[in-house]
T-cell receptor, first 113, second 114 residues
């Protein structure tokens, strides 16, 4: 069966450190993978997208890697701040041309001052 | 400002009643989506629509219905056939066609069945 797995346990890190979140998938051939941020009681907000032929993407303090051999994406936040505390969701669109975007369960990040 | 508006933000319903959640977008997006989120879980796709007058079932469509009569609007009806309707419902939109399908979400509607 198809699965998109993120660490369900919350990740607690000290302010200023790098946070690394993992997204693993099985039985997908994604055209690309996306990362979203969700604050409590609100809709997710798009952060970054990486295509299947890209290894790494950066945006300010954010970095995403994509390894289609390992079927894994890593999401890094450098110099983390308490304001980065939120739930982070990965999502992918399977190759095939349809608009069906599937989400992982999300990982809650807590940055401790 | 362009965006997606969901209403109502909070809704209470008695068992056996149908309710309709509104979703309107002014982003000129072709594709629209409905997701359901339960506590501590990710988003599960209910229905999606790529163009007006066309929509497809997602992973958990049973007990739900949608319509897409206008590009801007994609209302979701939670019917009495939905066994466990209490959840946080999220509407989203994106450009259609070959592209990145970046989703823009509304603020969500929280439905509680009493």
């Amino acid at each position: 069966s198809q699965k998109i797995e993120q660490n369900s346990e919350a990740l607690n890190i000290q302010e200023g450190k790098t946070a690394t979140l993992t997204c693993n998938y099985t039985n997908y051939s994604p055209a690309y993978l996306q990362w979203y941020r969700q604050d409590p009681g609100r809709g997710p907000v798009f952060l970054l997208l990486i295509r299947e032929n890209e290894k790494e993407k950066r945006k300010e303090r954010l970095k995403v890697t994509f390894d289609t051999t390992l079927k894994q994406s890593l999401f890094h936040i450098t110099a983390s701040q308490p304001a980065d505390s939120a739930t982070y969701l990965c999502a992918l669109l399977n190759s095939g041309g349809y608009q069906k975007v599937t989400f992982g369960t999300g990982t809650k990040l807590q940055v401790i001052p | 400002d362009g965006g997606i508006t969901q209403s109502p933000k909070y809704l209470f319903r008695k068992e056996g009643q149908n309710v309709t959640l509104s979703c309107e977008q002014n982003l000129n997006h072709d594709a629209m989506y409905w997701y359901r989120q339960d506590p501590g879980q990710g988003l599960r796709l209910i229905y999606y629509s790529q163009i007006v007058n066309d929509f497809q079932k997602g992973d958990i469509a049973e007990g739900y219905s949608v319509s897409r009569e206008k590009k801007e609007s994609f209302p979701l009806t939670v019917t009495s056939a939905q066994k466990n309707p209490t959840a946080f419902y999220l509407c989203a939109s994106s450009r259609a066609g070959i592209g990145a399908n970046v989703l823009t979400f509304g603020a969500g509607s929280r439905l509680t069945v009493l």
